[in-house]
């Protein structure tokens, strides 16, 4: 048995990229395309055949006649500036998926937000993205890449934001999505894999469990192509790929004794591509079903009911036309976009953007079909609340309505009943949510009449817990952080950081003497602090606010020196001197010795607490935290000299004493 995937072969961005090169070539005028239109060697010789010529797709060369066409990758933007100086006419076949992240990423550069982005940095799409993160961008192939860079990289989650290549794995971006919101409450992030790629990955992981045998046909140096041989290889042993069927011969042996063999497509794979490949199969086989029945399999006609993604042609303020890529243009009335409120069309939706609608009718005789995206988004939204019910995701909506017994929450159209008991504190006032966003846990779904009952109380609750929860991991011993000061005791201030309080101890505050808090603090100020130690289970922060920049014994050291004078002040007596204050936090001693010419008996006849003196700073121990002052050195110099001349003799004497002894 040989099956071909449903979706397999060209995707809507290259059908209609290839679709107007081939019918530009086809009338006559001369044809250019700046790099290789797809990846995909063979299709690109065909169109060499036709006389399209192909240039590098750096932009070094750029005709000035003919048309050139623009790629479904896109290009930098300052190459497209180039052409537009350059060439007489150009027309940008760009997949309106790519276009989308060029638009995301340049309204949030121009915000200041810096790109993370996960891709191939060597995909042309990728560098053409790159082009547009004027405020910076890393591009990297993993999720535990990306991630690293971001933990290391950014504490605040609007620095950055997050966009993907439309044909990464789906994988690998989910995975790195899920980090993202483990490390930050809101962080924002733009899913950019185009919803073509989704479904063939899906698919591809599908298949791929149930066979003995799987062929992956497209470009090799085709990104999404590679990302489907990649899940096939997973998933089975006998796995190859290959661009056309002349690369099947080597494995033969491998494949021929195969039951069940499934054949996958990259986007960029044309569909006689994919014929031969089977014809080749089926000859190895000897299967008995026709091509035809195959590739039907693949490419179907629209149906009533299916889902299909577009481009928006034109808007206007009572419908949106859509392109579908057939014969049939897609009409989406204004009733048909919105489950509630009021919206303008021609601001919401643009002409060349992508959208996903469901084919409602068709009219052969008009050439249109009736589409509706609000029925695709109700079944979205019915089967978002449903897996919410079973996984306890929670959800956010606003309150329409106070009814009996509890209040209405709606979540894109979803009606969530909430009973008055889950609404919030015992007592409440539930008037007081209507129109009030609100999260809500859903913790019942009845399938069949499409109704919810949920808690706004327990999502607010569990909300509390994950910030706190994210907000103590991130924490780390250290970190500097801003609060406000929410109160002050004696003991101590209290600093709010957000979603937790921690604490100033009063011996972290001051140095030196001990001082009251409230004396230099007041509530509502702006304080910076450092985390000294995080306790989660008893939910406590100790902050510290001194450092070591701040230590008046560093300040000190930095600015005087023995043998400067300065003025201080008087701060205590004692017995055997009188302290005095140099700096804040910093005292030196006046010794009754020093305080006169003369020895000073009591040093309150001197001074008193508060006087101002001119003193010589004449000693300083580091180790113990000392200062000596002198106000003889300044009053009574010679005296002063006489001393220390005294002082250095009997040393020397001392020594000499000491040196006979030995």
Known sequence: MIKIAENAGFCFGVKRACGMI???????????????????????????????????????????????????????????????????????????????????????????????????????????????????????????????????????????????QTTF????????????????????????????????????????????????????????????FDIARANCKNAVMTEDAAGLEPYFNNLKNSNKIIIIAGASTPGDVIQEVYKQMADLLNDELSFAEMLDQSFKTLNTGERVVGV???????????????????????????????????????????????????????????????????????????DAAESGEILHGAVKEVVKGGVI??????????????????????????????????????????????????????????????FYASLTEGQKITGTIRSITSYGVFVNLGDA????????????????????????DKIDVYVKSVDREKERISLGYKTEETNPWTIFNNNYKVGDDVEVTIV???????FAEIMPGIDGLIHCSQMAEKFVQKPETMFKIGDKVVAKIIGIEDERNRISLSVKAIVAPEAYEADLKAAEERAARKAAAAATEE
């Open 22 to 164: 081939e019918r530009t070539a086809d009338s006559g005028k001369k044809v250019y395309c700046l790099g290789e239109p797809i990846h995909n060697r063979i299709y690109n010789a065909m169109l060499e055949k036709k006389g399209v010529t192909i240039l590098p797709d750096d932009g070094s060369v750029l005709p000035r006649d003919g048309v050139l066409f623009i790629r479904t990758h896109g290009i930098p933007k300052q190459t497209l500036e180039r052409i537009k100086a350059i060439c007489p006419e150009y027309v940008d076949a760009t997949c309106p998926f790519v276009l989308r992240i060029h638009d995301i990423v340049s309204k949030e550069s121009a915000k200041g937000s810096y790109a993370v982005l996960l891709g191939d940095a060597d995909h042309p799409e990728v560098r053409g993205i790159v082009s547009c993160a004027t405020a910076g961008c890393s591009v990297f192939s993993t999720a535990k890449e990306a991630a690293e860079f971001v933990k290391a990289t950014f504490d605040d989650e609007n620095a950055f934001f997050a966009a993907v």
């Open 169 to 228: 794995s789906k994988t690998e971006w989910k995975l790195f999505e899920n980090i993202l919101k483990k490390l930050y409450t809101n962080p924002k992030i733009f899913d950019t894999i185009c919803n073509v790629t989704s479904v063939r990955q899906e698919e591809a992981d599908r298949l791929t469990k149930d066979c003995d045998a799987v062929i992956v046909v497209g470009g090799l140096k085709s990104s999404n192509t590679k990302k489907l």
């Open 312 to 386: 928006i042609s034109a808007v206007s303020p009572a419908e949106i036309k859509v392109d579908l890529g057939t014969k049939h243009t897609g009409i989406l009335p204004y009733d048909e976009i919105v489950n509630e409120g009021n919206i303008d069309l021609e601001k919401e939706y643009h002409v060349g953007d992508p959208i996903e609608v469901m084919c409602l009718k068709f009219s052969d005789v008009e050439g249109t079909v009736m589409l509706s995206k609000k029925r695709l988004d109700e079944d979205k939204y019915l089967a978002a609340v449903s």
């Open 409 to 470: 929450v709606s979540v894109n159209g979803v009606r969530i009943f909430v009973p008055a008991s889950q609404c919030g504190p015992e007592g409440m006032d539930i008037e007081t949510l209507k129109n009030q966003k609100v999260p809500v846990r859903v913790f019942e779904y009845n399938a069949q009449r499409k109704r919810a009952r949920g808690s706004i109380r327990s999502a607010k609750r569990s909300e509390r817990k994950q910030r706190l929860d994210d």
């Open 501 to 524: 309080d921690g604490m100033v101890h009063v011996s972290d505050l001051f140095w030196g003497r001990p001082k009251n808090p409230a004396d230099y603090f007041k509530v509502g």
């Open 572 to 578: 205590s007596i004692m017995p055997f001197g009188a």
